[in-house]
């Protein structure tokens, strides 16, 4: 069964850029309010102009036009340009967890803090797929304390919880042993994609 879940991940830009915690988030400023399909073309275009956050914090705005296509052209332009400029100022110290700026719902506590709270763009999406796919280089298993909004991020969280042997809905979390049954469907694409399990 391991084989055939592995034949049906989820492919998201996340998953291959985990071991390069800057790409990642420059990712998922570039995700934000854009299809995966816009944005990954962009993202590679970006990573061959400028291959270095500190190359990319030289980028003049009218050099990243590129971005046009994506919509929020100059605010998403000053955003990156920021990114880049603060994580060369003050990188991510996983020893130095900063407070968030992000709610985790209307009047309900803060988003945990994190290393990389502190740099501009870093909203829940942002900080959410930094959780899941950079936390496991840290301690390992962040990734099971999120609780994404994301329909991306949750179809990767369903998928990634079945491989432990795990059904895991989004809003309840871990609701047991995945039965036979269950990863059969779920490799069969025949489960919900707002990953709600119906039991």
Not at 141 to 154: H, M
Request: proline residues 7%; contains cysteine; hydrophobic residues 45%.
């Amino acid at each position: 069964m391991i084989m055939r879940l592995v034949l049906v991940k989820p492919f998201i830009v996340q998953s291959i850029l985990f071991h390069r915690p800057e790409w990642l988030l420059v990712a998922t400023i570039l995700l934000n309010v854009t299809s995966g399909k816009a944005a990954v073309p962009v993202l590679n275009e970006v990573r061959t102009r400028w291959p270095t956050m500190e190359a990319l914090s030289q980028a003049h705005a009218p050099e990243l036009e590129l971005l046009t296509p994506l919509g929020l052209g100059r605010k998403r332009t000053q955003r990156l340009i920021q990114f880049a400029t603060m994580w060369l100022e003050d990188p991510p110290d996983q020893m130095s967890l900063r407070p968030s700026r992000v709610q985790v719902a209307k009047g309900v506590a803060k988003y945990p803090p994190t290393a990389v709270s502190h740099l501009p763009g870093m909203g829940r999406y942002a900080l959410d797929s930094y959780r899941i796919f950079c936390g496991q280089l840290v301690g390992g298993n962040e990734w099971k304390t999120v609780t994404p909004l994301d329909k991306e991020l949750r179809v990767h969280m369903r998928w990634r919880w079945a491989v432990e042997g795990f059904i895991w809905d989004c809003e309840r979390g871990v609701l047991g042993s995945a039965t036979e049954d269950y990863l059969n469907e779920l490799c069969e694409g025949k489960l919900d994609a707002s990953c709600i399990y119906a039991e």
